[in-house]
């Protein structure tokens, strides 16, 4: 920023005011640490002004996410004839990490930069931008006469440090506050979330380093160093996930009802009896996704439900209901929604029997719109020259208009210039079939017919393209066999 300002108020195209920053005393550069977040529609014009005691500025919020690196400046216009100088906005989409990082840190034998004290150090926290830039996201407090401070433990959410990328530079200032606002400036430091997520170690003691300093004294070593305390990171919960994701809420898709099967279950149900009468073992490997395991919280997206590690195999469907039930008890749902991991699993295993004699079938249950796209359809590309097909059934009330990109009916599925082998993915959304009567058994019925209609030609077309041919009648294993993996 070019101007001098306590604070800037913020009005949306209602003329409301939005927010407010926070005040900066003395200055004609303020960098501001108070962001707005704001939900971008790329379909309307998002009309914003903003105000400071010197003037005032209007633009789109199209405009800053439109402009080069997301990085708007404009003129103030207020007193006639007179510069009331500049004001830079910068945009930059959130991630949908909720977690929030408490941590403590303290110094030790930082610069004096008082002429009749020691130093009033205090921290300046900034997130490195994807052009090279830093955006300030945190001040510390400020700790007078000291060289060795110890500041207060702080909470900042995880998306503001590094915007979810847990390898993003942060860099850390240490100044030595001043009452006219010129603080001067001791050193600085590097560090990034997964570094300090490690908590108190022989990593997380930083040298605090000045660079004209260095450039100018040969024995210069360092200005003090800073030492992480301690890092804690929690989750931020919302109302939401307390209703869809607790499985005792009837509310849930996956309520345990007592009395009759949620729509997991259904799909389950509806199509494992059928196509397991073509799986000579009756063995299922069975996978869950987006769930946060004990006994570390960890969050996996290709678990196994029986939670063995070493054999997902569950004996027949009723098997796997019984393991999806107790899984249910054990796990805590969390996003996000992502296929490829258990698309590549169920590859890998594809990949070791191509001479016709097994062929794989995934069955994936989801209430949530796909959040790895990407990936999905470079696994889906890979996976369609396997012997494997992909069914998803999507239940709840979602959107899933996504997921008809992966059911390549019309148009193959394409990935970084390859086109799919074969069409292998089969969608549809489970409301479509429910029986209007509540019918669980009709609703389950339809369901099964449309999303098994397509394997026979699928495995056909696999083989076709392959040159293999029926096995004898008379052979000990007269058909290949069908994996389901669900």
């Given at each position: 920023f070019l101007f001098s300002m306590e604070e800037i108020d913020f009005h949306t195209i209602s003329h409301a005011s939005f927010g407010r920053t926070e005040v900066i005393d003395n200055t004609l550069n303020p960098d501001f640490v108070r962001k707005f977040v704001l939900d971008y529609f790329f379909e309307e014009k998002q009309n914003l002004r903003f105000d400071s005691f010197l003037g005032q500025t209007f633009c789109t919020l199209g405009e800053i996410i439109g402009s080069s690196g997301s990085r708007l400046e404009r003129v103030l216009s207020g007193i006639p004839g007179k510069k009331c100088g500049n004001i830079i906005f910068t945009a930059e989409e959130l991630s949908n990490c909720r977690d929030i990082a408490t941590m403590q840190l303290c110094a030790n034998k930082l610069d004096k930069k008082d002429f009749f004290g020691k130093s009033d150090p205090f921290l300046v926290f900034y997130r490195s931008n994807e052009d090279g830039t830093f955006t300030i996201c945190h001040k510390t407090e400020v700790i007078k006469n000291t060289l060795n401070p110890v500041w207060q433990p702080f909470t900042i959410p995880v998306r503001a440090l590094c915007n979810g990328d847990y390898d993003r530079t942060v860099k850390v200032d240490v100044y030595d506050w001043d009452r006219d606002g010129s603080h001067d400036f001791i050193g600085e430091f590097t560090t990034s979330y997964r570094e300090l997520s490690r908590g108190q170690s022989q990593f997380n003691v930083y040298e605090v380093l000045n660079p004209k300093k260095k450039g100018r004294k040969k024995k210069y070593v360092n200005s003090g160093t800073v030492t992480l305390l301690s890092f804690k990171v929690e989750s931020e919960y919302t109302f939401v996930d307390f209703i869809r994701g607790n499985p005792s809420q009837p509310t849930s898709l996956h309520y345990m009802n007592p009395y009759q099967l949620n729509a997991y279950a259904m799909a389950l149900?509806?199509?494992?009896?059928?196509?397991?009468?073509?799986?000579?073992?009756?063995?299922?490997?069975?996978?869950?996704?987006?769930?946060k395991l004990p006994p570390d919280g960890k969050i996996s997206h290709a678990f196994p439900l029986n939670s063995d590690c070493e054999n997902a195999n569950c004996v027949g469907i009723e098997g796997v209901l019984e393991a999806y039930y107790d899984c249910l008890r054990k796990v805590q749902l969390y996003g996000p929604t992502n296929f490829a991991p258990v698309i590549n699993q169920v590859a890998q295993c594809a990949s070791e029997v191509t001479d016709g004699s097994q062929y794989f079938v995934l069955l994936i249950i989801t209430d949530g719109v796909i959040s790895d796209m990407v990936q999905t359809r470079e696994a889906v590309v890979t996976a369609a020259s396997l012997p494997m097909s992909v069914i998803i059934v999507g239940v709840g009330p979602a959107e899933f208009d996504a997921m008809e990109e992966l059911d390549g009916d019309e148009v193959r599925v394409s990935s970084r210039g390859r086109v799919a082998e074969r069409d292998i993915v089969q969608f549809v959304p489970f409301r479509d079939y429910i029986d209007r009567s509540g019918n669980q058994v009709l609703s389950m019925a339809r369901l099964a017919k449309d999303v098994l209609a397509e394997i026979p030609d699928q495995l056909l077309s696999f083989m076709k393209s392959r040159g293999i041919e029926p096995r004898p009648a008379l052979c000990p294993s007269p058909t290949p066999q069908i994996n389901v993996h669900l």
């Open positions: 149900k509806a199509v494992g009896e059928i196509i397991q009468d073509y799986d000579s073992d009756k063995l299922f490997p069975a996978y869950g996704f987006g769930a």
